[in-house]
């Protein structure tokens, strides 16, 4: 099990913005596809948002067009920039790696949870 860290959660009113982070060690994130879950209590889990070695991004429709999943190599850090936020999106989020699209739920960290109410 790949050491994911997440952090950047929090309270925020609707329509309000966040930007979580994920460090990973040595190149997974370079070398790595990685991507973000979430999980509200009683349902499962669901993959988000995936980014791949060579670029590929892929997001669910749940969120697509609001969050923006990205990658700083330099940092080993993946990142998650949540926009326009709606109380559905309550969760608790985490950070996933693979070795590919479909394996990207392999591993992840101990989550960071993200709270969106007035």
């Known amino acids: 099990q790949l050491q994911l860290v997440e952090s950047g959660g929090g309270l925020v009113q609707p329509g309000g913005s966040l930007r979580l982070s994920c460090a990973a060690p040595g190149s997974i994130v370079s070398t790595y596809v990685m991507g973000w879950s979430r999980q509200v209590p009683g349902k499962q889990r669901e993959i988000i948002a995936r980014?791949?070695?060579?670029?590929?991004?892929v997001y669910s429709d749940s969120i697509k067009g609001r969050f923006t999943i990205s990658r700083d190599n330099s940092k080993n850090t993946l990142y998650l920039q949540m926009n326009s936020l709606k109380p559905e999106d309550t969760a608790v989020y985490y950070c996933?790696?693979?070795?590919?699209?479909?394996?990207?739920?392999?591993?992840w960290g101990k989550g960071t949870l993200v709270a969106v109410s007035s």
């Open positions: 980014i791949g070695p060579g670029g590929i991004y």
């Open positions: 996933n790696a693979g070795r590919s699209f479909s394996s990207v739920g392999d591993n």
